[in-house]
Every structure is written in C-alpha cells, then in structure tokens.
C-alpha cells in the first residue's frame, strides 16, 4: 500500500521568507513519482511540481523545490520568498502502482504573513 | 481548449437515494480519479481507472460505484446516499505516463439530509 503523510496541519511564514512543508512517503514500488499541488481558497487544484524516482537532480519551478531524500522517504517543498498568493493549502502525493495510482496526503495550510 | 467537467457542482440530496455524479474529460487521458474531500482527511482516493472497462478501488470506495464505458466519463454513483458521504468530490485525469500531472475539475459539493 502506498502513504503519505504530512505531518503540519498548519504553517505560518513571513512575507519573503522562505518554508519548508514536509511530506514522507511510504511505497513498495520502486519505480514511483511524487507530486505537490496548491488549493487555494477558491478550491481548485494547481499543480506546482514533480519528481520522479529515479531523477537524480531535485525538481525545480520557479520559486517551489522539491527536496528529495530517497533514502529518507521524504519529498518537502520549499517555497522561497513566500507571497501572500501563496497562502493555501499544500497536498503532497504520490504516483505509484506502475504510475496509475495517486494517493495524496491530509495537506498543509499555509498562511503567509505581511 | 481540452478540459474536465463535473455535473453538478452542488447537489442536495436525501438519505437513502441515488445520486450519480459526473465527470467528462476532452483530453482522451487514459486514467481518472475520483476523491473526497473532507477536513483533515485530505484528499481520499474513492475509484479510479486505467481505461476503458477497468475500474479499481481506492482507499474509500465502499457505498461508490464507477463504470468506465469510454475514455472521456467516469460517472461516480452512490448507490444508498448516507450523511457520511457529505463532502466534496473531485474527479482528476492524467495521461498515463510517468510524468503526467493529474488535471483536476472544479469539485461537487454534495449534501446527503
């Protein structure tokens, strides 16, 4: 069976500062990928980044990191140089069952203060 | 533009009925998702689907039902509507890669009295 759980029910991050939201993992499979998506309050979904298994190098979008740690079961975001925009709820999740299965986790509330 | 649909996006309904939700994607993604949402829980994932005629349970699906009879719908039905299921629904699709973001509709709040 495929986990993920986030541990910070809620964040709080000064404006321009940077946070680290933490996500671990648990999977047999070995071959997986790792998803972070953004829900603002208005509800919908917005995908922020991924990152396979097997990518040796971190993934990177803009101002969102993916912090990668295999071995550790772990996949945080960064997210430098917050934005009051950024204020939200984070899902992390994981790609698995030969990447036909998403599971996500129980989420972050990010909330970015001026 | 391709896109992903959900039918209807608030519904009130009474213990004990049938409700069927829909979800129609244009982008002819082989998988779909069907989630709820509720506080503290996360997204919980209910069915889902590799392609046509091929269903699977996710970690909530008792008192769900999907069918997959093309590419573009994967209706969500309850088939005994209880207050437990009250919550929003999302219904996601991807390509089936091993890259492949899951695109999201806009969610359906669903009331069960």
């Known amino acids: 069976a495929q986990k993920i759980t986030q541990t910070q029910p809620g964040m709080f991050v000064q404006e321009k500062e940077a946070v680290t939201l933490d996500c671990t993992y648990d999977t047999s499979d070995q071959s997986y990928g790792l998803f972070w998506y953004k829900q603002p309050s208005s509800g919908e979904m917005i995908f922020l980044i991924y990152q396979g298994s097997y990518d040796e190098q971190n993934a990177t979008e803009g101002r969102y990191s993916l912090n990668f740690q295999k071995a550790r079961k772990s996949a945080n975001l960064v997210i430098s140089a917050s934005q009051l925009g950024d204020s939200a709820m984070y899902f992390c999740?994981?790609?698995?069952?030969?990447?036909?299965?998403?599971?996500f986790g129980t989420g972050t509330k990010l909330q970015v203060i001026p | 533009d391709a896109e992903i649909t959900q039918s209807p996006r608030h519904k009130i309904t009474e213990t004990g009925r049938q409700v069927t939700l829909a979800c129609h994607q244009t982008w002819n993604h082989n998988n779909m998702f069907w989630y709820r949402q509720d506080l503290g829980h996360g997204l919980r994932l209910i069915h889902y689907s590799y392609g046509v005629h091929d269903t699977n349970k996710g970690e909530v699906s008792d008192g769900y039902s999907v069918s997959r009879s093309n590419t573009e719908d994967l209706p969500l039905t309850l088939e005994s509507a209880a207050s437990s299921q009250t919550s929003v629904y999302f219904c996601?699709?991807?390509?089936?890669?091993?890259?492949?973001?899951?695109?999201f509709g806009e969610g359906s709040r669903l009331t069960v009295l």
């Open positions: 996601a699709s991807r390509v089936a890669l091993n890259t492949g973001e899951l695109f």
């Open positions: 999740a994981i790609l698995s069952g030969g990447y036909q299965k998403v599971t």
